[in-house]
C-alpha cells in the first residue's frame, strides 16, 4: 500500500507515533510519503520506502499569517497523484484532517484516478482536549472529524471524549500507542553503569521524569514529590525534556534548595540509557490522553508513578506496573514512591510487571491494527 502521513514533525508524542508507525510500516514493505513542514526528528537516516515531501510556504507580505492548511492541502493533492497514493493519514486533527479533507474535495472534483482517495485520521490528545475546544477551532474540528472516512484514538477515553465533546457519533477505533521493545530495554553495560555514577552515588535511587515541560505535564508536582522522597530515601531526580515552564521548575528546585540534587537535562536522545538507570518515573499530568513517555519506561522496566487522568489507567495498572493517584495529590503519589523504594521485592515485581505489560503495547501487536484499518476504510 502507498500511504501519505502527516504529523508535526518536532519533539511531541504525536508526531514520535507517526513517525514510528511510517518506519514500521515501511519494514513491512508499504510505500510511506512523509509530507510536513520540516523532517520528522525521528526520521533519521536512510530508509527504504520512506520518502519525504517538504510543504512550502509562499510568505507574501499580504499574508500576515502563513497559509499551512492550505499549502499542506496542495502538497497532499500533488503527493497523492504523483506518487500514486492509497490513502492520506493525518497525526493529530488540527490543521491535518481539514488539509487532508481539503486535498480530497479537491481530488474529488479533478475526477482523475485519484478521485476516490480517502482519509483517516488520528486523533492523539490535545488536539480534542484542549486546541480543538476553541471557539476558534471548534466547529472545523468537528467537521474534519466527521468527514474523515476513518478515524482512530489512542484510548478509550480519548475516544469517549471525542464522541462526548464534540457531540458526533462516529466510529472511532482504538488503536493505542506503541513501541519498539526490543529497543527500549533495560540495558546493564559499561556506559550506563558510568552514566548512573554520574547521576547518583551507589546507593541512591534515580528518579525520573520526561516530557515537553508543558503545564499540564505538572512538573512541579515531581519536584514536589522529589522534596519529599529524599527525606525518606536517598536520591536523585533527573528532568528530560523542555519547554516553557523549565524556567520556573529551575527556579522553583532552588527556592526549595534542592537543585544540586535536580538534573535538568533538556532534550536527550538517549532515552534508553537515561531510563536504563532510572528507578521510579513520574508523570503527574492534568491531562494525558495515552502517556507515550510512561510506556517508554515501563518497556524498560521502570515502574511509573502517574496521575489518573485520561488514558493512564488504560496503560498503568494501579498496585502492578506502578500507582495512579488524582491529579495533585503529590503527599499519595510520595507515599507510594517511598513504599516501592524500600520494599525490594515488591519493586522487582513491580518491574517485571511494567516490562510485561508495555509487551502488549509492542510494534508487533499494534502496527498489524491500523493495516487492519486501512484496509477496513479501503473496503479491502
Ligand atoms: O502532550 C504531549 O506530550 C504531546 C502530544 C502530542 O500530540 O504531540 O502527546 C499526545 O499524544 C501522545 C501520542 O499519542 C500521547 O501519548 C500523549 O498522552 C498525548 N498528550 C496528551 O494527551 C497531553
Known amino acids: 500500500m502507498k500511504i501519505g502521513i502527516t504529523c508535526y514533525p518536532t519533539y511531541g508524542g504525536s508526531g514520535v507515533v507517526a513517525t514510528e508507525l511510517g518506519k514500521a510500516l515501511a519494514m513491512r514493505g508499504h510505500e510511506v510519503h512523509f ?64 488539509s487532508a479533507f481539503l486535498a480530497r474535495e479537491i481530488l474529488k472534483s479533478e475526477g482523475g484516478n485519484k478521485s476516490e482517495i480517502k482519509f483517516i485520521t488520528t486523533l492523539h490528545g490535545t488536539d480534542i482536549t484542549l486546541t480543538g475546544l476553541e471557539p476558534s477551532f471548534l466547529p472545523t474540528m468537528k467537521f474534519s472529524i466527521q ?30 500507542n506503541f513501541i519498539d521493545i526490543n529497543k527500549y530495554v533495560r540495558e546493564d553495560n559499561e556506559k550506563t553503569k558510568c552514566f548512573r555514577k554520574n547521576f ?67 532534550k536527550q536522545d538517549a532515552l534508553v540509557e537515561l531510563l536504563s538507570v532510572t528507578d521510579l518515573f513520574f508523570l503527574p499530568s492534568q491531562s494525558e490522553s495515552f502517556g507515550l513517555s510512561a510506556l517508554e519506561a515501563m518497556s524498560c522496566g521502570v515502574p511509573v508513578i502517574s496521575s489518573s487522568v485520561g488514558g493512564l489507567p488504560e496503560l498503568n495498572l494501579h ?62
Do not use: W
Open 35 to 98: 509530507i510536513s513542514y520540516a523532517m520528522p526528528t525521528r526520521l533519521n537516516g536512510f530508509i527504504d520506502n520512506i520518502f519525504y515531501h517538504e510543504v512550502e510556504i509562499n510568505n507574501y507580505p499580504l499574508f500576515e499569517f502563513p497559509l499551512y492548511s492550505i499549502a499542506l492541502a496542495s502538497k497532499m493533492v500533488e503527493v497523492t497523484k504523483f506518487h500514486d497514493l492509497d490513502l492520506l493519514h493525518a497525526h493529530y486533527a488540527i490543521p491535518h484532517a481539514t
Open 147 to 176: 468527514k474523515s472516512d476513518g478515524v482512530t484514538a489512542v484510548s478509550r477515553f480519548l475516544k469517549e471524549k471525542t464522541q462526548q465533546q464534540y457531540q458526533i457519533d462516529k466510529e472511532i477505533e482504538v488503536i493505542p
Open 200 to 266: 547518583a552515588k551507589n546507593d541512591e535511587k534515580i528518579l525520573t521524569h520526561t516530557s515537553n515541560f508543558r503545564a499540564l505535564k505538572r512538573v512541579q508536582d515531581v519536584i514536589k514529590i522529589f522534596n519529599t522522597v529524599k527525606e525518606k530515601v536517598d536520591s536523585k531526580l533527573i528532568l528530560i525534556g523542555d519547554g516553557p515552564e523549565r524556567s520556573e521548575c529551575e527556579r522553583y528546585s532552588r527556592e526549595l534548595g534542592i537543585s544540586e540534587d535536580i538534573k535538568f537535562m533538556g
Open 319 to 380: 498496585g502492578e506496573t506502578g500507582y495512579i493517584a488524582e491529579i495533585g495529590d503529590v503527599e499519595r503519589m510520595s507515599k507510594y514512591a517511598i513504599e516501592l523504594l524500600t520494599n525490594e521485592k515488591r519493586y522487582e515485581h513491580f518491574s517485571k510487571n511494567a516490562r510485561k505489560r508495555a509487551e502488549h503495547f509492542s510494534e508487533e501487536n499494534i502496527v498489524p491494527m491500523y493495516e487492519k484499518f486501512y484496509d477496513k476504510v479501503l473496503g479491502m
